[in-house]
């Protein structure tokens, strides 16, 4: 089963990676839509493959499309409509000025038509068919969103919102800053399969490689066939423009990569032609030969052109100085975000550790001198605290001990009662005993009180007259033998609740 699963995710891995391999166009180098140095223009300052006007100059090294005076114009524009679909171009340009603001900015254009050299947008033309990237220096609206690079498409019927720097027709956009950076920017348009991208390339360093996005818009339907240009302008406020390669590829999905014929030519011919190559390349190098031999003066100049490739000292060391300064700016921000997120760190650790304590520990800041960073110190127990906690679990535990002994005591105490009572069961009779006895006292005081009584009343009786004689004359009166047995009755009743209540209390003793 296992075997299984690991063959089935496999297989759905190389799918996966064959269909992105898949998506990947192929690429083919337009020369006569790019134009690049060295010898960008020819002597006579024309660009091959391209035509530029307005205030724009084309040297061997770039094309500066608005130079840095006031209200200049300017734009550069492929001869030759394309006869691809999908495309993608890399400018590297420098837009450098004195001002810490510039102006107006450059335009990368793919339109129906070209536009013109001294137009309304950036140089070129208004209303244009198709798309435009407009790199805005110029903050128009003052809403501090420039420079800003955007994309805007136009189907031939709109005017460009100059009042809001294009911001209410941008397709997309990015705010990035292009001006005055120490080495040329560079934007990557490309266009394929109705998927616009722009990736822009800040100029920091000479790599090419640190594109970073700034906008990607699908559904994007561009002029079947256009024209390339590029456009610039100035205003109050006046920047250089300079335009250095222009490099265009088609792009191609895979397997539709037009196969280029190759011309038929007979093998007599191909001899005749390499015959003709050699013989030419002979000729120029005498020619070159004679030249410098009359020209000595000349081969100086060439060898100054041909260290124009290489970078001075100076250029060298400036280089390096930016390049090791920027290092430096990176371990800085990258120590910067460190020592933060140490500090957070430390700052959620103490709060933790201080709501942990609670009324017990409280965090104690301890004095310390003006100037230096506060030391928070946290209270830990200290050793007067332990001996008291000793003292006092001492004192607990002795406590303990004494009230044991006493539980003790208390029981053996319980223990002899209960023994006591076991050997002698006569011991509550006696108390009961006592009680009998002094109930007896009593009841015979009683007695004798009434004997008493009793003989008054008979004396009291003597002396009565005749006629009420002792005998049968007084029936109410209580005779003595009535009294006696009434007395008797009395006390077997009282006797016999006594002995009804011992029993009770021997049973209790017994549960007990
Ligand atoms: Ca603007
Ligand atoms: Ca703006």
């Known amino acids: ?15 996966v990676i064959s269909q992105i391999f898949a998506e990947v166009p192929h690429k083919r180098f337009e020369y006569k839509y790019s134009f690049k140095p060295p010898y960008l223009a020819q002597k006579d300052g024309s660009v091959p493959f391209w035509e530029y006007g307005g205030n724009a100059i084309a040297s061997a090294e770039n094309v500066r499309i608005a130079p840095s005076l006031r209200s200049q114009k300017g734009a550069i524009w492929t001869k030759s409509p394309t006869n691809f679909d999908w495309w993608e171009v ?15 900015g450059l335009a990368f254009w793919f339109t ?16 244009w068919v198709g798309l435009g990237v407009l790199f805005d220096s110029f903050d128009n609206d003052n809403k501090h969103n420039n420079p800003y690079i955007m994309a805007v498409l136009n189907d031939g019927t709109h005017e460009f919102d100059h009042q809001n720097d294009g911001s209410t027709q941008a ?44 906008l990607r818009a699908e559904n994007v339907h561009l002029p079947k066939n256009g024209y390339f240009g590029v456009s610039a302008a100035t205003g109050g406020l006046a920047d250089d423009h300079d335009v250095l390669h222009f490099l265009t590829s088609s792009l191609h999905a895979p ?10 030519v007979n093998e007599e011919d191909q001899r005749k032609l390499t015959q003709e190559y050699a013989d030419y390349q002979r000729k120029l190098d005498q020619q070159k030969e004679t030249y410098r031999k009359e020209h000595p003066e000349a081969q100086i100049k060439d060898k ?56 017990g520990g409280v965090p ?26 000793l003292q006092n679990q001492n004192s607990i535990l002795a406590t303990t001990r004494d009230l044991m002994a006493f539980v003790t005591d208390v029981r053996t105490r319980t223990d002899t009662i209960i023994s006591n009572q076991a050997r002698q069961p006569t011991a509550q009779v006696q108390s009961v005993g006592y ?18 009584d009793v003989a008054a009343t008979a004396a009291k009786l003597g002396h009565v007259p005749a006629g009420g004689s002792a005998g049968g004359s007084c029936p109410n009166c209580l005779t003595s033998t009535m009294f006696l047995i009434f007395g008797a009755v009395q006390l077997v009743l009282l006797f016999g609740y006594f002995m009804y209540r011992d029993s009770k209390e021997a049973q209790a003793k017994k549960f007990f």
């Open 1 to 15: 089963m296992a075997v299984l699963k690991w063959l089935g995710c496999s297989l759905f891995l190389t799918l």
């Open 90 to 104: 890399d400018i590297v340009f420098r837009i450098t000025g004195r001002g810490r603001i510039g102006a107006d």
């Open 112 to 127: 129906q038509n070209r536009g013109a050299y001294d137009g309304n947008v950036f140089g070129s033309s208004d209303k």
């Open 171 to 214: 397709l997309a956009g990015c705010l990035r800053d292009f001006r005055n950076k120490p080495f040329p920017t560079r934007a990557r348009i490309e266009y394929y399969k109705n998927t616009l991208t722009v990736l822009f390339h800040s100029g920091m360093t000479a790599s090419d490689q640190e594109y970073e996005m700034c």
């Open 255 to 264: 397997g539709q990569l037009p196969v280029p014929q190759a011309p038929q």
């Open 304 to 359: 100054d052109e041909f260290e124009e490739w290489f970078e001075s000292d100076n250029q060298r060391e400036l280089r390096q100085i930016f390049q090791g300064q920027s290092q430096m700016f990176e371990v800085t921000r990258e120590l910067n975000r460190k020592l933060d997120e140490i500090i957070g760190r430390q700052e959620r650790t103490l709060s933790l550790m201080s709501s942990m304590q609670g009324g």
């Open 364 to 389: 104690v800041v301890t004095q310390q001198q003006p100037g230096q960073p506060p030391v928070q110190m946290i209270d830990t127990i200290r050793r007067h605290e332990v001996d008291a906690v």
């Open 435 to 452: 009680d009998m006895t002094s109930l007896v006292n009593e009841m015979r005081d009683g007695l004798n009180t009434v004997k008493r």
